[in-house]
């Protein structure tokens, strides 16, 4: 029988999700496996790695299960990942540790002292502003702790090469997650020897560097058992889900912007070759040797929106909340919202940011704070991809992704924010897609990754209202004084 089917598996922070797809790019079955966070103090985030490898395990054998397709009709499988956890592993590669994920904020002094010493010294050269976020930062705060795995380990991975580890007993890293860590040259396409000094570990520790289209060795044929798929299915590795969102949607050329808004958010462009900024606003991660993705994260997305409808006790659904807005003109009537409610990465890069209203008056009602935090978060991208923009030129299109895309107000916001056509994949998947993508590249199935623009099924696309950008571009002067004044606070 014709293999025809390709898998794509995404490492989250809230999940881990398994997605087979036809070679045109349609979904033809899901599963997910929630991934619990704990948070043994103020600030730490930790996730367990055991737990997440067999949530990797049971995502692929239930969407493979879901599909009905024979272990011979998988073509191949790809990883994406979630970017910036750590944890220490002994000489078996066996944990020390828990995973310190990307929300984890104990090194929060080592951020600070890093970027005031070192910051733009390492950002040059690394692509990664100095933040809590970082494994460099982490690692930092683990030595001058004396954080006993830290003392233990024979290794420090990240949770995307502790699955790769379990399953092909190689230890491994893309270009892409390797960039995340803070610890890679994106000049020499290498770990850099003065970070790791800094932080107090060798290369040796670390996995070695490979591109996203690195085909792995075979697949321990025990978890092949468990996953109920051949051993002998290729893998390819892959890369960090911000890469493959891009690749994913089909933001790949110039012009073209990726725009994720989930629970966080970011706003992404590939680019030839390494670019920083001067301001530190933008990060710059290396997909392949050719290219790099430059672009912003930010901490605050929809949890914006949660937070807001879990404080005003809205029992309808996530839908019926942010149609409330429908009824207020863009501005919510002279009321600012600055979304720094979890901190912040891009563009103030400050984790003790703090969210603001502003403007209020007696006569706003809840309508307008839907909308106003609709607009806030919808202001903070904007703000992100003019940074973007000084780097890259400015945009063309807009490709969305992410739990916001499924609201027709906000899409509409965002396209009369931009005043750019948006544009709206039919599946929600696209890292995942991404990743069977390079998969299929480093197979040589297909010529090319500018090959997927014709495989990725995209709706009508979000035509912007004239008027309403040329009143949001008004709004936003007052937005960002607003955020440059209030941010000498924080």
């Given at each position: 029988?014709?293999?025809?089917?390709?898998?794509?598996?995404?490492?989250?922070?809230?999940?881990?999700?398994?997605?087979?797809?036809?070679?045109?790019?349609?979904?033809?079955?899901?599963?997910?496996?929630?991934?619990?966070s704990?948070?043994?103090?103020?600030?730490?985030?930790?996730?367990?790695?055991?737990?997440?490898?067999?949530?990797?395990?049971?995502?692929?054998?239930?969407?493979?299960?879901?599909?009905?397709?024979?272990?011979?009709?998988?073509?191949?499988?790809?990883f994406?990942?979630?970017?910036?956890?750590?944890?220490?592993?002994?000489?078996?590669?066996?944990?020390?540790?828990?995973a310190?994920?990307?929300?984890?904020?104990?090194?929060?002094?080592?951020?600070?002292?890093?970027?005031?010493?070192?910051?733009?010294?390492?950002?040059?050269?690394?692509?990664?502003?100095?933040?809590?976020?970082?494994?460099?930062?982490?690692?930092?705060?683990?030595?001058?702790?004396?954080?006993?795995?830290?003392?233990?380990?024979?290794?420090?991975?990240?949770?995307?090469?502790?699955?790769?580890?379990?399953?092909?007993?190689?230890?491994?890293?893309?270009?892409?997650?390797?960039?995340?860590?803070?610890?890679?040259?994106?000049?020499?396409?290498?770990?850099?020897?003065?970070?790791?000094?800094?932080v107090?570990?060798?290369?040796?520790?670390?996995?070695?560097?490979?591109?996203?289209?690195?085909?792995?060795?075979?697949?321990?044929?025990?978890?092949?058992?468990?996953?109920?798929?051949?051993?002998?299915?290729?893998?390819?590795?892959?890369?960090?889900?911000?890469?493959?969102?891009?690749?994913?949607?089909?933001?790949?050329?110039?012009g073209?912007?990726?725009?994720?808004?989930?629970?966080?958010?970011?706003?992404?462009?590939?680019?030839k070759?390494?670019?920083?900024?001067?301001?530190?606003?933008?990060?710059?991660?290396?997909?392949?040797?050719?290219?790099?993705?430059?672009?912003?994260?930010?901490?605050?997305?929809?949890?914006?929106?949660?937070?807001?409808?879990d404080?005003?006790?809205?029992?309808?659904?996530?839908?019926?909340?942010?149609?409330?807005?429908?009824?207020?003109?863009?501005?919510?009537?002279?009321?600012?919202?600055?979304?720094?409610?979890?901190?912040?990465?891009?563009?103030?890069?400050?984790?003790?940011?703090?969210?603001?209203?502003?403007?209020m008056?007696?006569?706003?009602?809840?309508?307008?704070?839907?909308r106003?935090?609709?607009?806030?978060?919808?202001?903070?991208?904007?703000?992100?991809?003019?940074?973007?923009?000084?780097?890259?030129?400015?945009?063309?299109?807009?490709?969305?992704?992410?739990?916001?895309s499924?609201?027709?107000?906000?899409?509409?916001?965002?396209?009369?924010?931009?005043?750019?056509?948006?544009?709206?994949?039919?599946?929600?998947?696209?890292?995942?897609?991404?990743?069977?993508?390079?998969?299929?590249?480093?197979?040589k199935?297909?010529?090319?990754?500018?090959?997927?623009?014709?495989?990725?099924?995209?709706?009508?696309?979000?035509?912007?209202?004239?008027?309403?950008?040329?009143?949001?571009?008004?709004?936003?002067?007052?937005?960002?004084?607003?955020?440059?004044?209030?941010?000498?606070?924080?």
């Amino acid at each position: 029988m014709a293999k025809e089917f390709v898998i794509g598996v995404d490492i989250g922070t809230t999940s881990v999700k398994a997605v087979v797809f036809n070679l045109n790019g349609s979904v033809i079955a899901e599963a997910e496996k929630l991934i619990p966070s704990d948070y043994p103090e103020q600030g730490w985030v930790e996730q367990n790695p055991i737990e997440i490898e067999q949530f990797s395990v049971q995502a692929v054998k239930a969407a493979v299960e879901k599909a009905g397709i024979q272990k011979d009709e998988i073509t191949a499988v790809g990883f994406s990942s979630a970017m910036h956890s750590l944890l220490c592993v002994d000489e078996k590669g066996e944990p020390l540790s828990q995973a310190l994920i990307w929300a984890d904020g104990r090194s929060l002094e080592q951020a600070e002292q890093l970027k005031k010493e070192k910051g733009y010294e390492i950002y040059s050269k690394t692509g990664l502003p100095n933040h809590p976020m970082s494994p460099l930062s982490k690692l930092l705060w683990m030595k001058e702790t004396e954080y006993e795995p830290y003392v233990q380990a024979n290794y420090f991975l990240s949770i995307k090469e502790y699955v790769l580890l379990k399953w092909f007993n190689q230890r491994v890293i893309d270009y892409s997650m390797a960039a995340a860590s803070g610890l890679f040259n994106a000049k020499t396409l290498d770990w850099d020897e003065d970070i790791l000094n800094l932080v107090g570990i060798k290369s040796e520790q670390l996995s070695k560097v490979v591109p996203p289209t690195e085909i792995l060795p075979q697949i321990n044929k025990e978890v092949a058992e468990r996953m109920g798929i051949s051993h002998d299915v290729p893998f390819v590795i892959g890369a960090a889900d911000g890469q493959l969102a891009n690749l994913g949607i089909g933001a790949i050329s110039k012009g073209e912007v990726a725009l994720t808004a989930g629970t966080s958010g970011a706003i992404r462009q590939f680019t030839k070759g390494f670019q920083v900024s001067g301001s530190q606003e933008t990060f710059c991660y290396t997909f392949t040797d050719e290219y790099s993705i430059v672009g912003g994260p930010t901490n605050n997305g929809g949890i914006a929106l949660q937070w807001l409808k879990d404080l005003l006790n809205y029992e309808g659904s996530f839908d019926e909340f942010t149609a409330e807005a429908e009824s207020v003109a863009p501005g919510a009537e002279g009321m600012l919202f600055l979304p720094y409610i979890n901190g912040e990465r891009a563009p103030l890069w400050n984790q003790q940011a703090k969210g603001n209203f502003y403007g209020m008056t007696v006569t706003h009602k809840k309508e307008h704070f839907v909308r106003a935090v609709l607009e806030g978060i919808t202001f903070n991208l904007y703000q992100i991809g003019q940074a973007l923009e000084k780097l890259a030129g400015e945009p063309e299109k807009i490709y969305v992704n992410g739990g916001l895309s499924r609201s027709p107000l906000w899409l509409q916001i965002l396209a009369d924010m931009f005043g750019k056509e948006v544009y709206v994949s039919e599946s929600h998947h696209s890292a995942a897609w991404g990743a069977a993508w390079t998969a299929l590249v480093g197979l040589k199935k297909v010529e090319s990754f500018e090959e997927i623009k014709r495989n990725i099924p995209m709706g009508a696309p979000i035509v912007p209202n004239e008027k309403n950008h040329e009143k949001y571009a008004s709004i936003y002067q007052k937005y960002e004084r607003l955020a440059k004044d209030i941010a000498k606070y924080f």
